[in-house]
């Protein structure tokens, strides 16, 4: 079982900075990808980005160039530096985790950007 803990989100205004950080615990060896989603009001949840143990990585359209992801892997922690944010970045923001082929998620939390 895999535990998701997530912090750094809160209130920004547009063209600022924030960063999220999640940390895996549990009985856990090797995390195969760690990851970020993230969920509007009235939206379906998308890709923000994601990383794999051996450091490739992946974006979502609308944030690249903004956003960067990076791990730890010796300590189970992803992060999510953002930078030039947007109102339309406003979301809950989830971490996801694929470990042993199966997916965890955290309990998200609330990016709000003002304009």
């Known amino acids: 079982q895999v535990q998701l803990v997530e912090s750094g989100g809160g209130l920004v205004q547009a063209g600022g900075s924030l960063r999220l950080s999640c940390t895996a615990s549990?009985?856990?060896?090797?995390?195969?990808?760690m990851g970020w989603y993230r969920q509007a009001p009235g939206k379906q949840r998308e890709l923000v980005a994601a990383?794999?143990?051996?450091?490739?990585?992946n974006y979502g359209d609308a944030v690249k160039g903004r956003f960067s992801i990076s791990r730890d892997n010796a300590k189970n922690t992803v992060a999510l530096q953002m930078n030039s944010l947007k109102p339309e970045d406003t979301a809950v923001y989830f971490c996801?985790?694929?470990?042993?082929?199966?997916?965890?998620w955290g309990q998200g939390t609330q990016v709000t950007v003002s304009s």
């Open positions: 996801n985790v694929i470990y042993r082929a199966r997916g965890y």
């Open positions: 549990g009985t856990i060896f090797s995390i195969n990808s």
């Open positions: 990383i794999t143990s051996n450091d490739n990585t």
